[in-house]
């Protein structure tokens, strides 16, 4: 870990400090796994969950319970304590576990913070109030407090100043399982043909943060979890962005959908839902069968000119 990783947290963040404190000890934990390989189990299709999941969540739960005891903790690998309470945290000891699982060195720690306070009622949002996702392989951490703005290793973090679709950078992500059932394949289509790129990492919490950082300019995808998104999304709301849902809605914890842009393609994204949402201004693309079709008559071409030379 770099010295400027380590020390570089802004002074007046009252939560971050001793979170990214956590998050670090967790992360270096992941790296000794990565590096050594564990053995993974199947839970589901292929949604891995590895010793690194449970472990990593057990080492967090202990540090939090330690430094901030009254704080509730609701984790993606079952621990659910004092949900009660005023702040709860939202816990994702390993996200990326797919990647992690196949040595591909794309995940994160990503602990996110809501203020929920006396009188909230069960079924809403509190207020998310801070955020710490660490990324062990590349010993980068982006931080953020609500009103306190975010920082990616200290340093200011905000959300580029791309304007229009066609030259953004986008990211999306697809569940482990059940992809059958999820409509994203067209969405990432026709975003293709729209944007400058797509990409698709597999770690929802760093498509986040990088479009927090300026590195994406959007982000899109359904039916994640408040694990996932919680620290995110106040990360891209501190660093100048904007966060919704498909049709431009408040974001809901709870929500089926997330769209995080950097605020000035936003609209241009919510009209481009609402045209799939009801079919209109598609752009086909052709079939495997067609591009074989075409594939052949411009071989046939080529050869029907070679022997005319």
Partial sequence: MTNTAKDAIQSDFVFVPRTAEIAREAGARLREYFIAGVETEYKGDVDLVT????????LIRGRLGEVFPEHGIYGEEGTRERLDSEYRWYVDPLDGTTNFAHGFPQFCVSLGLEHRPAGTRPDADGTLVAGV??????????????????QVNGKPARVSRVGELAEALLATGFPSRKRHAS?????????????HGVRRAGSAALDLAYV???????????????????A????????????TDFAGAHYRL?????????GLIHAELIGFFRDMFAGRNLSPIPTAQEFARDRERGKKGTREQGSGA
Avoid at 53 to 58: A, L, Q
Avoid at 183 to 195: A, D, G, K, V, W
Avoid at 232 to 243: D, Y
């Fill in 51 to 58: 010793v690194a999941d449970r472990t990593v969540e057990k």
């Fill in 133 to 150: 996702i660490y990324d062990p392989m590349r010993d980068e951490l982006f931080a953020a407090e609500r009103g306190r703005g975010a």
């Fill in 183 to 195: 409509p994203n394949i067209h969405f990432y289509q026709e975003f293709t043909l729209r944007s």
């Fill in 212 to 230: 927090a950082c300026g590195r994406m300019d959007g982000f899109w995808e359904f039916n994640l979890n408040p694990w996932d998104t919680a």
């Fill in 232 to 243: 995110g999304i106040l990360l891209v709301e501190e660093a100048g962005g904007r966060v």
């Fill in 254 to 262: 709870a929500s089926d959908e997330i769209l995080a842009s950097n």
